[in-house]
């Protein structure tokens, strides 16, 4: 079935530095990706929809400048992380839809998530 | 656009009990799917509902899809420590935000 890929599970960084974080489809062609942030017991809360070969899309609240989305091929979107701080500390997800053809809609697949620590 | 609300925020169980959570729109949904979050996990898809009236099965779990499409429940039937974890639905027409999901507490 279709798998989506995301790496680092885990990273700690410093205060000021920036963090990559990549979401790979394994075994699809994703044109459209999704990036969510989770805290603690809470629900996922959808920070950007990422496009293929476009701009991403950001929800009202999230910082552009801060969270970087490139989604530069069919397989590979990337989240940057810039000045990160404490507060960024979270578990971020990623998620692509499967296209299917016909009634039904499209299956959303998740990354394994990224926790990131900013100490 | 579409709000998916869900019902209860959290349900606690005895094991060998069984669990409903609830999904309602105010509009027609197109599809609803649920995912399963174990604690400190990622989202894993479970199922997809497209028809009116439609109810699959998996194991213990029974899902159901309303006559007017605007509701969905998730019913598992004598509950297991392993059924831990969040339980989420979605509309796929477009990935919002996802319902607060409910949380299962399992004890033995």
């Known amino acids: 079935g279709a798998v989506v890929s995301q790496h680092p599970s885990r990273v700690i960084c410093k205060s000021g530095t920036s963090v990559k974080i990549e979401c790979r489809s394994l075994d699809f062609q994703a044109t459209t990706m999704f990036w969510y942030r989770q805290f603690p017991k809470k629900s996922l809360m959808l920070m950007a929809t990422s496009n293929e070969g476009s701009k991403a899309t950001y929800e009202q609240g999230v910082e552009k400048d801060k969270f970087l989305i490139n989604h530069a091929s069919l397989t590979l979107s990337t989240l940057t992380v810039t000045s990160a701080h404490p507060e960024d500390s979270s578990f971020y997800i990623c998620?692509?839809?499967?296209?299917?053809?016909?009634?039904?809609?499209?299956?959303?697949?998740f990354g394994e998530g990224s926790w990131l620590t900013v100490v | 656009g579409q709000q998916v609300m869900q019902i209860p925020q959290y349900q606690h169980v005895q094991e060998g009990e069984d669990f409903t959570t609830y999904c309602n729109s105010s509009?027609?949904?197109?599809?609803i799917q649920w995912y399963k979050q174990r604690p400190g996990g990622h989202p894993v898809f479970l199922i997809q509902?497209?028809?009116?009236?439609e109810v699959k099965k998996q194991k213990r779990l029974t899902f159901q899809f309303g006559e007017a499409k605007k509701n969905s429940s998730l019913h598992i039937t004598a509950t297991q420590t392993t059924d831990v974890g969040t339980y989420f639905c979605m509309n796929s027409g477009y990935a919002l935000n996802f319902g607060k999901g409910t949380s299962l507490l399992v004890t033995p």
């Open positions: 998620s692509a839809r499967v296209p299917r053809r016909g009634v039904g809609g499209n299956t959303i697949y």
């Open positions: 509009t027609t949904l197109s599809n």
């Open positions: 509902l497209v028809k009116s009236g």
